[in-house]
């Protein structure tokens, strides 16, 4: 398994909980934003700036863009981006402090923070969006909201090479979410009902994968679907490996010692539900 995959869990994990705890929807209310996926969307997108529906529709890839379409840009009406991506950081620090009160401020912590920050800074911008765009924000000072924003960097960065590997392989977003689903790995409910595709989306991706001969009749991938599929995931490791090169399997094995337990601790709190939205395995 390649340091891309086997790092993966452990540093989505650790940004991930932005998207389910409490003190997000807190916070983004306090700004205005209305209701769980405006702020979602415009917490995600605002190192963009005021980013248009169609911009975060591309960028993102697998929502329904009439999903997309209800909250930007109004939201930008409501709070700007700036105001957006302060909210986000008091979240995350709210948020961290309360799911890991053993490891916030440790010197294992401020370890981890360091060795994922030079990851993400290795990382070459070019085909990278959302990447480049966070890339271009100040680093928090404080160790466990740069170890944070790390995270959210070097998960960026490998969402933003997915997006291609998927595009490459010629499927769209309700596709890409069909072949998850018949490979087992989300159940359809949890994937559908986040990304709000309808059950003539979700049909007519199955029709299309059908006739591709990646899916079969009883709606489960054929061997050239799972072929398909593995060869997505092969080419998103193969995108992500970049930082891990350039941190060394040295250093990148002792980022993944320090990082696994933080991880495994958010999802002990509930910081981070299993099975998820995300797509993201328990760490």
């Known amino acids: 398994m390649t340091y891309a995959r086997r790092l993966w869990p452990a540093y989505e994990t650790y940004h991930a909980h932005i998207y389910f705890v409490p003190e997000a929807t807190d ?30 529709t591309a960028v993102f890839f697998n929502f329904q863009p009439a999903m997309v379409a209800r909250a930007l840009p109004d939201a930008w009406a409501l709070a700007s981006p700036d105001d957006v991506l302060a909210a986000r950081l008091r979240t995350a620090d709210r948020a961290l402090r309360r799911l890991l009160p053993d490891h916030v401020g440790s010197p294992a912590e401020a370890e981890a923070a ?32 740069g170890l944070w924003h790390a995270c959210t960097l070097l998960r960026e960065h490998r969402g933003d090479g997915h997006v291609a590997a998927l595009t490459a392989a010629g499927l769209d977003g309700c596709e890409a979410h069909v072949t998850l689903t018949a490979a087992g790995n989300v159940p359809r409910a949890t994937l559908q009902a986040n990304r709000k595709w309808s059950d003539d989306d979700w049909a007519a991706a199955e029709a299309r994968l059908a006739a591709r001969g990646w899916l079969d009749a009883a709606g489960g991938l054929t061997d050239a679907g799972r072929a398909g599929r593995a060869e997505v995931e092969n080419r998103t490791d193969d995108l992500a490996e970049e930082p891990w090169r350039a941190l060394g399997p040295e ?26 939205p995300v797509g993201v395995p328990a760490p």
């Not at 916070?27 to 700036?49: D, I, P, Q, T, V």
């Open 251 to 276: 250093r990148t094995e002792r980022l993944l010692e320090l990082l696994t337990p933080m991880a495994r601790a958010i999802n002990d709190a509930g910081g981070v539900p299993v099975p998820n």
């Open 27 to 56: 916070a983004y209310r306090e700004l205005g934003l209305k209701g769980g996926w405006m702020g979602y969307f415009a917490s995600r997108a605002a190192a963009l700036g005021a980013a248009s529906s169609g911009l975060v």
């Open 114 to 145: 360091a060795l994922a920050r030079e990851a993400a800074e290795a990382a070459a911008l070019a085909g990278r969006p959302l990447f480049g765009a966070l890339r271009s924000l100040p680093w928090p000072e404080e160790p466990h909201l």
